[in-house]
């Protein structure tokens, strides 16, 4: 119920559907009473009295009963399913607003399958159990109730007879529950496993082409098809067990009240409409015994996933606003970006930047190079404050980062990455995203800096041709060139590249970057690249090697130097008449 308690946002403000929706059971069940009565007057006071002018009455009355219980029904069906939804809906916006602000770090480790399922099948077992299982579960114990008392009233010694089965109609459905708990388990993780392997295969369906293994996948997908198919049919199993069983039970219990009833009826001690009514109210505590295992499955289950729900809900964000946070206003951002004495390491790990010193003017361009995993994208991450640093400090025009409140530190800064994202909408959305208001015009000026325009106006619907949610149909230097014009936008005060020509050819390099040079002023720039290419019109550029700076300066003052910037300058222009008089430079230098 702990669980309930802590879910009591999603549904107390519709509570009153919650109550209409009991109060609406419990009438109908309530008026499911009348119908033995009206048997039990049938028999002994209308036909064995032979009042026959009674029957239309009767027929009359079992009518309108009928109407009004419908109605009932009716009722609780449409507020529990309206309640059930609004939960869902409230729940469903609740969580994805959540997914929207947790911090990286929280992505680091999150699986999208996992979050897909707790926001589907959770939200789903959520909804029904609260839409319709808590009543249900109240109707059980009412329906127990009412029929006992009246049972009772009719007949105690009769009753008591007839509940010798009920121990063990209970004892069964309380096993079934044990049984179907860690069947209906296994089933949600067969069924999370099998929805994993085909999220990986399509996303990574150019890999398993390339290298031939459709056999392969084919095979694995099987295999766990297999387990769902498994789990499947142990389940229907323990259901098919448990039917006859009840059914078994059920039936002793209905022949002990024929032959201890009928003995009544023959020894005058009861009347048979007496008989027939009690006959009918017996399925009133059968119906509900056999069910309960059921119910208590759906609250297990519920519970479960409200806990999973709630994971998401209470989760911890390690990168929020201050409360006395400031809003930057981007006509008075310069753009000059500080890192002081900055030391961060990824939890668990070793450090990936150790005091990383860097002074960055406004306007500005800062290249970083250095080998794989020496932390170049880690500079960019704390710039945006994707992660929290414990050591050191990082300055945006002066100001401590973590007293900027982050939405607007972010505003202030566009980057473009390696691997480009794209959302499955038309290209025009997908250049536009940065900013809520922009004109055709400026979408069209952005394409042309970035050099996409020309490839644009070849696409059959222009800039309205929707894209894939991984821009299938475009090549990787298109699909980065709409990623630069989507920076381009945002107008941003600071640019970041994240090896973000690396998808371009040489010459398009070349002919982006003309164009950055106009688009760079004004903007302090960061430049991630493995080429040197790219890097050497920077007014700085820091070499990284484990986190730790290890070359700084020029293109020219570094080619001056022994050390990696030179090898990597050696590897990439051997073959470059540039490369003999450096050699030479340096030889003189040294
Ligand atoms: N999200 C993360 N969680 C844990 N460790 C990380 C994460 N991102 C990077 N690292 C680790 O931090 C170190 C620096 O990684 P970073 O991505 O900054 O390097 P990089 O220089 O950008 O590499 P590359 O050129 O390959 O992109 C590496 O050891 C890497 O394994």
Request: charge should be neutral; aromatic fraction near 10%.
């Amino acid at each position: 119920m702990n669980v309930l308690k802590q879910l009591k946002q999603f549904y107390w403000k519709d509570r009153y559907l919650l109550f209409a929706s009991i109060v609406c059971l419990m009438c109908s069940t309530a008026l499911g009473l009348v119908y033995p009565h009206l048997l039990r007057f049938l028999i002994d006071d209308v036909i064995r009295q032979e009042q026959y002018q009674w029957v239309p009455y009767l027929a009359l009355t079992v009518v309108a009963v009928v109407a009004v219980k419908a109605t009932f029904a009716f009722l609780h069906g449409f507020s529990g399913g309206r309640l059930g939804n609004r939960v869902a809906f409230n729940m469903r916006n609740a969580l994805y607003e959540k997914l929207q602000y947790l911090s990286f770090q929280y992505y680091d480790r999150a699986k999208t399958g996992d979050l897909m399922s707790r926001l589907t099948a959770d939200l789903e077992a959520i909804r029904q159990f609260i839409g319709f299982g808590f009543a249900q579960i109240l109707n059980v114990f009412i329906m127990f109730t009412f029929g006992t008392i009246t049972m009772l009233l009719m007949d105690w010694k009769l009753t008591l007879v007839t509940f010798v089965t009920m121990p063990f109609l209970v004892f069964t459905a309380l096993r079934l529950e044990r049984k179907i708990h860690p069947g209906f388990r296994a089933i949600r993780l067969a069924n999370s496993n099998l929805t994993t392997a085909v999220q990986e295969n399509i996303n990574g369906m150019r890999t398993v082409k390339s290298f031939a293994r459709e056999p392969y996948e084919v095979e694995k997908f099987t295999v766990r098809n297999e387990e769902y198919k498994g789990s499947n049919i142990h389940l229907s199993q323990t259901w098919a067990n448990y039917f006859p069983m009840m059914e078994l039970l059920s039936s002793v219990c209905v022949a002990i009240l024929l032959v201890t009833g009928g003995m009544f009826v023959i020894n005058g001690s009861m009347s048979i409409g007496e008989l027939v009514a009690f006959f009918s109210f017996i399925w009133y505590i059968i119906a509900p015994m056999r069910d309960i295992g059921f119910h208590i499955n759906n609250y297990t289950q519920s519970k479960a996933s409200g806990e999973r729900v709630l994971e998401i809900l209470n989760q911890y964000v390690h990168v929020k606003d201050k409360d006395n946070a400031v809003a930057l206003r981007p006509e008075q951002v310069s753009g000059s970006i500080r890192f002081d004495e900055v030391t961060f390491a990824y939890p668990d790990k070793q450090p990936a930047l150790t005091k990383f010193d860097l002074d960055a003017p406004a306007g500005s361009v800062i290249g970083l190079l250095g080998g794989t995993g020496s932390g170049k994208s880690t500079v960019i991450q704390l710039m945006l404050r994707a992660y929290n640093i414990k050591e050191g400090r990082i300055l945006l025009d002066g100001k401590d980062i973590r007293d900027i409140k982050i939405e607007t530190l972010r505003q202030q800064i566009a980057l473009v990455f390696q691997e480009t994202f794209l959302f499955s909408s038309t290209i025009r959305n997908n250049i536009a995203y940065g900013r809520k208001d922009v004109s055709d015009e400026e979408i069209i000026r952005a394409s042309k800096l970035a050099k996409a325009h020309d490839f644009i106006m070849e696409l059959p619907l222009g800039y309205d041709t929707v894209v894939g949610e991984r821009g299938m149909g475009l090549s990787g230097g298109q699909k980065q060139r709409i990623a630069i014009a989507r920076a381009l936008i945002k107008d941003p005060k600071i640019l970041i590249l994240d090896d973000a020509t690396s998808a371009v050819d040489m010459e398009t390099e070349h002919e982006i970057q003309a164009g950055f040079q106009e688009l760079m002023k004004g903007r302090t720039t960061f430049i991630i690249a493995h080429r040197i290419s790219s890097l050497k019109h920077a007014d700085e550029i820091l070499v990284l090697d484990e986190g730790r700076i290890v070359q700084r300066g020029t293109h020219e003052s570094l080619l001056k130097q022994s050390g990696a910037y030179f090898e990597t300058y050696k590897i990439q222009y051997s073959d470059h008449p540039d490369f003999t008089s450096h050699k030479e430079e340096r030889r003189v230098a040294n």
